[in-house]
């Protein structure tokens, strides 16, 4: 028991010091002092970069746009047509499209699912007269290798179009505060962003209603 | 409560295969030991607890002391057992997602522990008898470990395999667990006996399974009866 506790004292002392706030330093301590065997692999490891929110793309150009609408009908009778709970909705959305085209772009990019490489199995596979059993497999893994860069293609463009709508909603409002502009017009505006952010979510349905080409 | 362990803690309980799939990525290691850490600190000290609330008084600090310990101590053997076998069985991962695994499967299991506890004590105090009580807490246990088993398949990767893989480190981590609670016995305490913290080491799990069996059978170890008959005479208790 001692012993046991002597190392978990060093390394509740070693472990700490690497965490950067007091609360982190004193969970880690504690961690470590009763169960270092468990810890000390865990705290030692390294995390995979985490994917923070990006600064460039279509999701930071959404975002920024929102931010921006926000802040120009704020305190202004506009604000009712883009009230804050609705735009963190928006956010939210935006951020689980993004996050899905991120997750396709590292699953498009895997060696296995190359669609050149796909096609030239598929093709050597005929020429060798392959059973017709290897050459469906084949030809599934193909179909899905496309319709995963489909998907992809789909969300990106969904993205990018709204990217551009929700620059134009803020250039109107921004229009509209100095200028004076049409409310029905703006709400129309605000209602397709809106209609376009639920939109997002619906990609991957859509994809999985359609029939094969 | 941080609503990150909070998340954690949920999504241990009602989302096993995110969990699975976060180690398997290597994401979120920390936060997931973390919160597995504080549920099985709990969860444990909950049920040891209720375990020694059969006997009462002394017994019931002590079962809630040394259960957290027999997690403890047991994760700490069978951890690089599951390193080594998934290395052995080709589907190998770094060290901190194998710790982080069993720690996420033995959390899952003390969260149930945690919510059995109040029926298992109520049980206890309607059904007195000391088999009963020992029926119920193994029973209790068994059933907290299913959940824990969930988890820790999913985590083992892809399915062809697996449950050989499952198995192997499951028969290792049942093994080392009966051994380690074996050594920090006693848990029910009979009513004959002593409330003690910790017995004097005596034999092995396997060596009373088997004496066990054989008693069941109606064979009995004659050697072991008398000195067990000889305490009981230097304790003054009746046969």
Redesign the interface.
């Given at each position: 028991m001692p012993m046991y506790f002597g190392v978990g004292a060093l390394a509740a002392v070693v472990l700490a010091r690497r965490e950067a706030t007091p609360a982190a330093r004193a969970?880690t301590a504690a961690?470590a002092l009763?169960?270092w065997?468990?810890?000390a692999?865990?705290?030692?490891?390294r995390?995979?970069p985490a994917r923070g929110p990006s600064t460039r793309g279509p999701e930071a150009r959404i975002l920024r746009a929102l931010e921006e609408a926000l802040e120009a009908v704020r305190g202004t009778p506009l604000a009712t047509l883009l009230p804050q709970r609705s735009v963190e909705a928006m956010r939210a959305s935006v951020a689980r499209a993004s996050q899905r085209v991120g997750e396709l772009e590292a699953a498009v990019a895997l060696p296995s699912h190359d669609p050149e490489r796909a096609r030239r199995r598929l093709e050597g596979l005929e020429a060798e007269g392959a059973s017709s059993r290897t050459l469906a497999t084949a030809r599934v893994h193909l179909d899905n290798i496309e319709r995963l860069a489909r998907l992809l293609s789909r969300e990106r463009r969904a993205l990018d179009e709204l990217a551009d709508l929700c620059d134009a909603l803020r250039s109107q409002l921004v229009l509209a505060r100095y200028a004076g502009s049409n409310l029905h017009g703006i709400g129309d505006t605000v209602d397709e962003v809106a209609a376009r952010v639920d939109g997002l979510d619906g990609v991957f349905h859509l994809e999985e209603t359609e029939a094969p080409p | 409560m941080s609503a990150d362990l909070s998340h954690t803690l949920t999504a241990l309980l009602r989302s096993p295969a995110s969990i699975a799939a976060s180690i398997t990525?290597?994401?979120?290691?920390?936060s997931i030991?973390?919160a597995s850490?504080l549920a099985l600190?709990v969860g444990t000290l909950v049920f040891g607890g209720v375990v020694g609330s059969h006997r009462g008084s002394l017994q019931m600090l002590y079962a809630a002391l040394k259960l957290p310990w027999v997690s403890?101590l047991t994760?700490?053997l069978s951890?690089p057992v599951l390193h080594g076998a998934r290395a052995a069985f080709e589907r190998p991962e770094?060290?901190?997602?194998s710790?982080?695994l069993?720690?996420a499967a033995s959390a899952r299991t003390a969260l149930v522990l945690l919510a059995l506890a109040p029926a298992l004590a109520l049980a206890l105090q309607v059904l007195r008898g000391y088999h009963a009580a020992v029926v119920l807490s193994a029973l209790s246990y068994g059933l907290a470990g299913l959940a824990g088993v969930g988890l820790l398949r999913r985590g083992l990767g892809p399915a062809e395999g697996r449950l050989a893989l499952l198995g192997f480190v499951l028969s290792a981590h049942l093994l080392t667990s009966a051994q380690v609670a074996w050594g920090l016995r006693p848990w029910l305490v009979r009513p004959s006996a002593d409330v003690v913290l910790v017995r004097p080491p005596e034999g092995t799990f396997a060596e009373e399974l088997a004496r066990a069996g054989f008693s069941a059978a109606g064979i009995y170890d004659s050697t072991r009866s008398k000195a067990r008959e000889a305490e009981r005479r230097a304790h003054g208790e009746p046969r």
């Open positions: 969970t961690a009763l169960a065997p468990l810890w692999p865990i705290a030692l490891s995390e995979p | 990525e290597g994401r979120d290691l920390r030991a973390r850490l600190l403890m994760l700490a951890v770094p060290f901190a997602q710790a982080a069993m720690l």
